[in-house]
Each structure stands twice: as structure tokens, then as C-alpha cells.
């Protein structure tokens, strides 16, 4: 089966930038998960969606981070403006029961 | 609440030696417990998951790890390193909400 696709793979942006990251989950997954994983340091969760809904976004800074799942399929995470402590990997993930996640790729953000 | 911590940031040992990465977590409900591994610039993968069946599970790669609710414990092992498995390795928990928790990671290196 296809995996979770994320895009772009890589991105450099200087600080007070906007950037936005794109996420197409396994079809048929209803929960979608963001995370964000600074280097050397497990990944933290930004936000979790059961289909359009948000489940749970207790750790998304949203002053400045945005995340929407329109239809329930696919997802956008977003940035503006960005800061250089925002530079890490952004894994998206999606399961369609909490045993079994399939991970993303991820996308490299170096803010500078 | 949930949370999971892995005691080790970093373990060495020899090729041919046997791996123990320490994790210990906290669940107010009886919980899911896995262990992801990620290579350099790779996804993440499942190495294995506990989801209240048998207590001592059995993964890929000869992974393997035992559940012990008394010591509230779920520690990963290999009977013999391989120079292939460096990489970081993950403890994860997981609840009834679909909540996916990672703790900071193990770093795991083999000599030659």
C-alpha cells in the first residue's frame, strides 16, 4: 500500500518567513497526527485529527502554527512567521487505529 | 496523563554483545507500548508493540521486549548487536484516545 507522503522534503527559509508543509495520509486513515522533532530529541506531538476534527492541539504554539484537514483527507501545517528555534523535522503520521501508525518522511525545516 | 521515559540517551556496545535500551512509562489506563527505530536521514519504523496480549513480544531484526506492569517497564533487547542496528530507537505509548507519546530517545551505537 502506498505510505504517508509528505512534501517538500527540505526547506530553508529565514526567520519572520512563512512556509507551509503538506501531508497526504494512507487512504482510508482517519486519524492524523503532526509532530514536530527538534535534533536530538524525540518528536512532540503538534496536533492530532480524527478525520476534520482536532482531537487534540494542547502543544501547537498557535500564535504563530496553524494546521487544517479539510475533507478529512489530506492535511497543511503551517508557519508564519517563523522563528530559528522552529528548525527541525515535521513528521506527519496517520493511523486508522492507534496500534498501528505509518509515518511520513518528514520534512527538514532550517530556519536562518 | 501519559508518558514514557527512556533512561539512556546514548548506549555503545560491541558487535556480537547483547542490547538492553531502558524505558519506564506512566499510564492512568492499561497502555500500548511500542518501540520505534529511525536511521539516519530514514523514516521511522515499527520495531514492535505491546497491546495487552502476551507480555513478552517478539519484533523484527531479533528485537524483542518484555511488558512488566509491576515495574511499570517495557525495555528492548537483542540477544546480539549488529553493526546495522545504530541508529535511534523510540519508546512510544499510546491510549484509548489514539494518543501517540514518544519519549526522547536512545541513541545506539556498535563497536567493530
Known amino acids: 500500500e502506498a505510505g504517508v507522503a509528505q512534501s517538500p522534503r527540505y526547506k530553508i527559509i529565514e526567520k519572520r518567513q512563512s512556509v507551509a508543509f503538506w501531508c497526504n495520509p494512507i487512504?482510508?486513515?482517519?486519524?492524523l497526527y503532526w509532530y514536530q522533532q527538534i535534533l536530538g530529541q524525540g518528536p512532540k506531538l503538534l496536533i492530532q485529527?480524527?478525520?476534520?476534527?482536532?482531537?487534540?492541539d494542547s502543544q501547537l504554539p498557535k500564535d504563530r502554527f496553524s494546521a487544517e484537514r479539510l475533507k478529512g483527507v489530506d492535511s497543511t501545517l503551517k508557519i508564519q512567521p517563523a522563528k530559528l528555534e522552529d528548525s527541525a523535522v515535521y513528521l506527519c503520521?496517520?493511523?486508522?487505529?492507534?496500534?498501528?501508525?505509518?509515518f511520513g518522511q518528514g520534512t527538514r525545516l532550517t530556519v536562518v | 496523563a501519559q508518558s514514557v521515559t527512556q533512561l539512556d540517551s546514548h548506549v555503545s556496545v560491541s558487535e556480537g554483545t547483547p542490547v538492553l535500551l531502558r524505558c519506564n512509562y506512566s499510564?492512568?489506563?492499561?497502555?500500548?507500548l511500542f518501540w520505534y527505530v529511525q536511521h539516519p536521514n530514514k523514516g521511522l519504523q515499527l520495531l514492535l508493540k505491546?497491546?495487552?496480549?502476551?507480555?513478552l513480544v517478539k519484533g523484527i531484526n531479533g528485537f524483542e521486549a518484555e511488558f512488566k506492569k509491576s515495574e511499570t517497564s517495557f525495555h528492548l533487547t537483542k540477544p546480539s548487536a549488529h553493526m546495522s542496528d545504530a541508529a535511534e530507537y523510540f519508546c512510544?505509548?499510546?491510549?484509548?484516545?489514539?494518543?501517540?507519546?514518544f519519549g526522547s530517545g536512545t541513541r545506539l551505537s556498535i563497536r567493530p
Open positions: 503520521a496517520s493511523s486508522s487505529d492507534p496500534f498501528k501508525a505509518f
Open positions: 487512504s482510508g486513515h482517519a486519524t
Open positions: 485529527f480524527q478525520n476534520n476534527g482536532v482531537v487534540d
Open positions: 499510564s492512568s489506563y492499561s497502555p500500548s
Open positions: 505491546y497491546t495487552s496480549a502476551a507480555t
Open positions: 512510544v505509548v499510546s491510549d484509548r484516545a489514539s494518543k501517540i507519546i
